[in-house]
């Protein structure tokens, strides 16, 4: 992916994430923002050592 392809890609999981929180609010469950986080940066992780190979 160039960089591009990786910034958006982010941005739509980033806003995934910020959906799943909302609904989970919405539902009256826990949203557990630190495991939304991880998640985020996990997948920025995972997407970014792609690139490199």
Same mark, same amino acid.
């Given at each position: 992916? =160039?960089?591009?392809?990786?910034?958006?890609?982010?941005?739509?999981?980033?806003?995934?994430?910020?959906?799943?929180?909302?609904? =989970?609010?919405?539902?009256?469950?826990?949203? =557990?923002?630190?495991?939304?986080?991880?998640?985020?940066?996990?997948?920025?992780?995972?997407?970014?050592? =792609?690139?490199?190979?």
């Amino acid at each position: 992916m =160039n960089d591009q392809e990786i910034i958006k890609h982010m941005i739509d999981f980033v806003e995934q994430k910020e959906r799943q929180i909302a609904s =989970n609010r919405l539902a009256s469950t826990t949203p =557990n923002k630190g495991d939304a986080v991880k998640a985020i940066l996990d997948e920025l992780e995972r997407v970014s050592s =792609n690139e490199d190979k």
